[in-house]
């Protein structure tokens, strides 16, 4: 066993890397064929009404335009609303654009130009006259419409995001009668999804009902079931391939509109047809919603909390219920007796938001993490010292013991590291030069899940082996994960493993998001490779007498070969044993769910972050930030590292630099480009670290793991803003926090 | 977009000659706003009359001891070109301050002064707006205007100019020379650029075919004691909120020649020659700058978003005009400099 070259644990580059950034990469829009149309999309200009006339003729007399798609002469698609929920899809009915003459947001696909070139198309969408009948009277911005407030329908969404827990106690009483007592009010502009690839489909007409579809998405199967079930189309003959995503973080999770009508065209034109949206139409769809909520927290005199009281508003489209978990994560990190939780949806016009990286968690940490920063300034005490005081081995809110729960190490490793001890109790007593000196912290948590999936593992007769699934690679890393973890199951080579993955032909995966890929595929990778490789040790006794006594426990397998004592047979020789047939073998992953009830799950984080703040501008400059993250285990700490930093870059920007400005005149948000739409530069990043503290987790599954996709962005921002307050002394709830919050 | 022709004219000449025969013709530079604009459908063009070749893209010294700026040398030439760093950093500085790098390299210095608004309504075409389409109305005014004016605004327009260089342009008094159809003409900076008044559609007085060719500094660059500061939402790539170019001529300590300049506030880089003035014979200090300030900002007017600007304005000046007296504390992205030191 110990010559094995284990391959997990290894900062290994990513595989792809190379192709990435020399352009080899083809991503969904990147794939030509001969004959190729261009589709681009119309979108609605008013908010709510219904459209009277479009003037298709206008157009279609221009230069190369073959048709325009609009909702008088869109093919049928299929009748039931159910046929167009995808695997994503929240309780309510699936927008389906074209549809119908009704506008319900502004920036809706109206329409789609079909053209020979991507400019004619452009040209044509560009000259698109359409009449609306307007209904004047929208509703946009969340906070001056709380009046529309209810609870979320529930349906099959309630599986994965379930309503909040009931009260407990009594917490309007424990809070009148609390030693000590902290609330803030903490709102949030809608985000919107802008990853560096656009949403693009190119989809190939193959005939007779037959599409072959490059998508950017984070799901192939997702996609191809909808395409499938929305016009009628046999599974097999749809296949979604995507094994290149640049970015997606959750905008990829439901398939988009430029799928939809790409399929629509090529399928009713019986042509190739691509649909790329431009940045400004990214600003169309799915985002992270408009938040709201109200937090407060009691403690008695030393330090305990008592109670906890969450509540928040959220957006949501006239049509779909999207809602998030917001308001569990507080009794599920603090134990207390008394707790109050309260979850609202808001209906507004405007698109169905969509799950952004630490959907809800993201939001929520924020509330609950500066709330508890103002109690221990009430307190008193350190503010990491009032988390200690409130640490709980177990999920508090369903006396559950975690699989594994190292925050404390966090806590403790990641202030040694930061210099925690350094800082001066007070609001503003620290300063370099004419700046004043805050640091701030906060904890964070994210749920660690795992769904089921299948994977194909086979060795081909040139002794190589290949596991296959659809799941896709959103950046995160899964391609050069999933095979580590098969090189290691086999003791291979990592150039001797193919993974095959993103393209919907392959075994089930589901979609690609909420930090599970790792947990979800990687078991499947783990069960079929145990199966498999039961397979090559009957083989082998079947090709060798030396086998004959082998069996599971005592063969090894080693660089390529099945070992057994001295003995050894190369894959190649056991596929030639099989008469040159290739021996594979599926199998299905699933989390040990009757197990896995008594416990809770959850990765964890403490953020630390110093910043500058040169008061007389607002001037803030986040010079340090360090994340201490307990996530199980850490299969590729380079990739996990990369996470990590892309989520606190993202703290960054949600914490000083991202809005969407919105006119509720209008109903529209008015800075849909990168230009205005501010993500950070280089220059707004300073030094970063990251620190994975040891976390041996034994039950949550065979591998030990728990995803890292979003852990790293949920501390950040609150750490920030309370840094921010140690800096200046002033309290600043309402994100982005621009200078002149702070003049 | 429309298709459009498109032209490389080889003299100034040729280029004008171009413009007028062609109807809808545009002449294109570094293509980094026209470019945008026509694909946002906020613009359109028959035909583009690319001047890039029309005359080198040189600086010259001139013989009152100032230099000539061709139109159609790039930012970045520009701001690193040894004559502008040593004799004219404020100009440096400030254009290093704008855009990007990228960016830079392609932008030309006649196109900065022409460069349009980035107020929102601006560049959505689906939004009424007077700049764009006279007459349809102001949104900004009762809409989002953070990043809107605060000076010199009519009740038909509130968008600010976006430039930086300009705002050093205007503090070095600079001249810009014109070629049109009807011959040469010079036009003092500060006149180049309007308010927007009643015809906001127009932003400055070139007139339809004209050229700008050159750019001319005086001689006196304020290259001892210069600042500028730019405070915006990110640290590069961001249009100022509000900035400030500053330059002072010193004897003992004493103001003999004062020029503050700011942007983001109004239509145009602003001004007030008798809040200058007034500094002439004091020492730089806080009450003076402020008193400076509270001149160059009287009258000044904010909106639901930016009234905030007003505040900032005053301690930008007064910040920027401390920092004038060591330069070199000045950090990269006219960042605010740290001058607890001095
Ligand atoms: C994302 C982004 C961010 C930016 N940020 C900043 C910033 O922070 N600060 C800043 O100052 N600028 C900024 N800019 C603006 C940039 O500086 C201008 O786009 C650039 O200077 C324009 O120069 P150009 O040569 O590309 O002009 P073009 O786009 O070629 O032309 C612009 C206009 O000027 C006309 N024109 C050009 N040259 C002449 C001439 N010689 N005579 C007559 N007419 C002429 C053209 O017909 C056109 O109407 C930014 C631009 C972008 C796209
Ligand atoms: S401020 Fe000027 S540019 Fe902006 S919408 Fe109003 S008129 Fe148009």
Known sequence: MTEMNTTIGKPISRLEGFDKVTGAAKYAADHHVPDMLYGYVVNSIITKGRITKIHTDEVMALPGILEILTHENRMSTAWFDIQYADMDAPSGTVFKPLHDDRIKYNGQPIALVIAETFEQARLGAAKLRVEYKEEKQHATELKSNLERARPPKPGMAFLLKPPPPKPTGDFEKAYQEAAFRAEGEYHHSAEFHNPMELFASTVLYEGKGKLTIYSKTQGTINDQTFIANVFGLKYQNVRVIAPYVGGAFGSGLRPQHQLYLAAMAALQLKRHVRVVLDRSQMFTFGHRPQTLMQMRISADEDGKVTGLNHEGYGETSTYEDYSEILVKWAPMLYPAANTLLKYDLVPLDVATPLDMRAPGGSTAFHAIECTMDQLAYQLNIDPLELRIKNYSEVDPLENKPFTSKELKACYLQGAEKFGWLDRKPEPRSMRRGNKLVGYGMATGMWDAMQLPARVEARVTPDGKLHIKSAITDIGTGTFTIMTQIAAEQFGMAMEDVIFDYGNSALPFAPIQGGSFSTSTVGIAVVNASKALKKKLLKLAIKASDQFKSADVGTVSFIKGNIVYGDHSLSFVELVAANGAKPILTRNMGYPHALKLRKYAMAAHSAAFVEVEVDEELGFIKVTRALTAVAAGRIMNPKTARSQILGGMVWGISKALHEETLLDPAMGKYMNQNLAEYHLPVHADIHELEVLFVEEEDKIINELGTKGVGEIGLVAITPAIVNAIYHATGKRINDLPVHFDKLL | ?342
């Open chain 2, 1 to 342: 977009m429309d298709n459009f022709d498109y032209r490389l004219a080889a003299t100034t000449a040729e280029a004008q000659q171009l413009f007028s025969a062609g109807k809808g013709a545009r002449y294109v530079a570094g293509g980094t706003n026209l470019i945008d604009l026509l694909k946002y459908n906020l613009a359109d063009a028959d035909m583009l009359v690319d001047i890039n070749q029309t005359q080198p893209a040189v600086i010259k010294e001139l013989a009152d001891g100032g230099v000539r700026i061709s139109a159609l040398m790039t930012n970045a030439e520009t701001a690193y070109h040894p004559l502008i760093e040593q004799r004219y950093p404020l100009l440096s500085k400030a254009i290093l301050a704008g855009a990007s790098a990228q960016i830079r390299n392609m932008a030309t210095n006649g196109g900065n002064l022409l460069q349009r608004t980035r107020c929102y309504y601006f560049y959505d075409a689906a939004s009424p707006c007077n700049k764009r389409n006279p007459g349809s109305g102001c949104p900004a005014i009762t809409g989002q205007n953070r990043m809107m004016a605060i000076l010199g605004t009519s009740e038909h327009c509130i968008a600010v100019f976006p430039s930086d260089m300009c705002v050093a342009l205007a503090a070095l008094e600079a001249v810009i020379l014109i070629s049109g159809p009807d011959g040469q003409r010079t036009v003092k900076f500060e006149d180049f650029h309007r308010l927007p008044g009643d015809h906001p559609e127009i932003d400055n007085i070139l007139r339809p075919g004209e050229l700008i060719t050159a750019i001319d500094l005086p001689p006196a660059g304020f290259s001892k004691n210069y600042a500028y500061l730019k405070l915006r939402d990110r640290s590069s790539y961001a249009f100022a909120l509000v900035s400030v170019a500053t330059g002072f001529e010193l004897e003992n300590g004493i103001i003999k020649n004062a020029r503050i300049a700011l942007g983001g506030v109004a239509h145009k880089p602003w001004r007030v020659k008798e809040a200058e003035k007034q500094l002439i014979g004091k020492l730089v200090n806080k009450e003076t700058l402020g008193t400076a300030a509270d001149k160059i900002l009287q009258g000044a007017m904010g909106f639901e978003h930016n009234t905030f600007k007003i505040e900032l304005a005053k301690r930008a000046i007064i910040r920027n005009g401390l920092t004038a007296l060591k330069p070199e504390l000045q950090l990269p992205g006219a960042q605010p400099a740290d001058i607890s030191m001095l």
